[in-house]
């Protein structure tokens, strides 16, 4: 019986994965989107990602290739199925503004909370100017939720359900400012306001109230 000489067995190439890869890819997709929030894309290296997660650069290549692909990556798998679910929700909450509204405003309330990253990556990335993800983002966003919302919106008003004083397209704009901002000023205004019971569901409730008696006709 002869046995393997552990010396003569192919060595693993530098920087290839070992164990889950697919769980592997995954974390570190995670790592590069907290980082790509919190720190800015452009500031954001590959090592500064793969020192976070412990695996070296190379790693990082192996399953994006570079840091374009990664952001690619980013945007496909992480923030474009959370529109897409923004896009569906509307779908289902039919053509009362009053729905509309909710489903806007309770689904990006969710998303907030589930996925911190996003209030930030959305006011750094894209509402400020030189965001690297504005003109991007834009044309394939605005179709799925704000041209959405304003042609709902246009329509109730023109069959006499929404407040004729209201322009449908400001409207997306108001609706945008009261959730996604909110949350990214989230440490601050919490460190003013220091009270547990302003909690998501009291700032639902808040926005919704805020906005029920506007958009009466």
Request: with cysteine.
């Amino acid at each position: 019986m002869t046995t393997s000489n552990p010396s003569s067995r192919p060595s693993r190439a530098p920087g290839r994965p070992t164990g889950d890869t697919q769980a592997q890819r995954q974390q570190l997709l995670d790592i590069a989107t907290e980082r790509f929030a919190h720190h800015g894309i452009q500031a954001t290296s590959l090592r500064a990602i793969a020192d976070q997660a412990g695996v070296t650069p190379a790693l990082l290549n192996y399953y994006f290739g570079n840091k374009q692909k990664l952001v690619d990556a980013m945007v496909e798998e992480r923030f474009m199925p959370l529109v897409l679910h923004a896009s569906e929700s509307l779908a289902q909450a039919g053509d009362d503004p009053h729905a509309l509204v909710a489903a806007f405003i309770r689904d990006m309330s969710r998303t907030a909370v589930e996925h911190p990253w996003i209030s930030q990556l959305w006011v750094r990335e894209i509402l400020c100017e030189g965001g690297l993800l504005r003109e991007r983002l834009m044309q394939r966003v605005a179709p799925l939720v704000p041209l959405l919302l304003a042609q709902r919106f246009a329509e109730a008003q023109a069959r006499g359900a929404l407040n004729a004083d209201l322009d449908p397209r400001l409207m997306v704009v108001s609706l945008i400012g009261l959730t996604i901002l909110p949350y990214a000023a989230a440490p601050i205004w919490r460190g003013v306001f220091a009270n547990p019971q302003i909690g998501d569901d009291a700032l639902i409730t808040h926005t919704l109230a805020l906005l029920r008696q506007g958009m009466e006709p």
